[in-house]
């Protein structure tokens, strides 16, 4: 607030009879602009600690001096999960062979199943599952697959995108199967 000092100025005259104008001064009280500039400074510290982002948490690959051996994994320790139309999952253990002898199909149901008998047969540092969801699969089964990963304290997989040798592998089995 602002307040006027009417007080007089010692009450000296100069000469008979004349009166000396009074001298005015201003006051002007910070209190307030204090008051309102540390709430704002403490509403401020508030909400950025709130503000705190959530995130997932990522494990990336260590930098290697030669690129491709940065993500190599050992064929022994690999199963390979694609996920197709209909709730269809299918999977392979190490690398695809050439005539998909190897190529074999399941369930959501049984595929833990699958996922648990590779970890204890597998050493786990390379213990490794790889998800590739098909053209034709959808996200409900695609964060089922992941939420299988999460049930089974699997440490290490990754999500890449899928070969049209699997595609075509998956279509084969699925027209046998009468999945439309």
Known sequence: MAEMD???GGGHKKGPGVKKGKKLSTRVDLTPMVDLGFL???FFIFTTTMSQ???MKLFLPKDTDKPEEQNKVKASGALTIMLGKSDGV???EGELASDGSNFKSSNFKDIRKEIID???STNPQDF???I???PEANYKNTVDILDE????????YAMVDIFDQEIQLMKATEASQGIK
């Open 6 to 8: 009417t007080s007089s």
């Open 53 to 55: 982002p959530t995130a």
């Open 128 to 130: 490794v599952v790889v």
């Open 90 to 92: 299918y999977y392979y």
């Open 132 to 134: 590739k969801p098909g």
């Open 149 to 156: 990963m999460t049930i089974n304290d699997v440490k290490r």
């Open 118 to 120: 590779k970890k204890k």
């Open 40 to 42: 704002l400074i403490t």
